[in-house]
């Protein structure tokens, strides 16, 4: 898949696969950024991107910041849309320092994650008083006794 996109700063890797098996990109801080301690900060990640038609771009943190670091997503992940891709439309990483400290992001550090991902759109809604079995309830996969034919209960909508 061919993807158009700007670096506001050139001297700053495009986004990049680590591994030849990696699913995700690399995004790099564009700029130091200092987050306060329990406060929320915003990383610029140095990509302006257009999502192509049919997909959209998920962001989250690479898995060791939140040990390393203490940072954290506090919306759990970026959502970025294909219409966000003007010319101020960085994609900024949205992060929670969890420590007793203030946080410092280097330039050129590797922050965060991107995924593009087909996605669909509703057309239309059709509204219903029923849908497929009752499975028990938020929170109730796992929770069920294995029957006597060996299957777990529940069932699929």
């Keep these: 898949m061919r993807v158009r996109a700007h670096r506001p700063d050139p001297d700053i890797p495009f986004p990049a696969y680590a591994t030849p098996g990696a699913v995700a990109f690399d995004l790099w801080a564009r700029e130091e950024t200092i987050v306060e301690s329990h406060a929320v900060g915003l990383i610029p990640a140095n990509l302006i991107i257009e999502v192509p038609d049919g997909y959209a771009l998920l962001v989250t943190l690479r898995s060791g910041i939140p040990r390393k670091k203490g940072l954290h997503m506090p919306h759990g992940i970026g959502v970025i849309d ?76």
């Design 82 to 157: 294909r219409d966000y891709c003007g010319e101020h439309d960085e994609v900024k990483i949205q992060v929670y320092n969890a420590t007793d400290q203030p946080v410092t992001v280097e330039r050129g550090e590797r922050i965060a994650q991107g995924l593009l991902v087909q996605v669909g759109r509703v057309e239309s809604w059709e509204e219903t008083h029923t849908l497929g079995a009752t499975r028990g309830g938020f929170g109730s996969t796992g929770t069920g006794a294995i029957s006597t034919d060996g299957q777990a209960g529940g069932s699929a909508c």
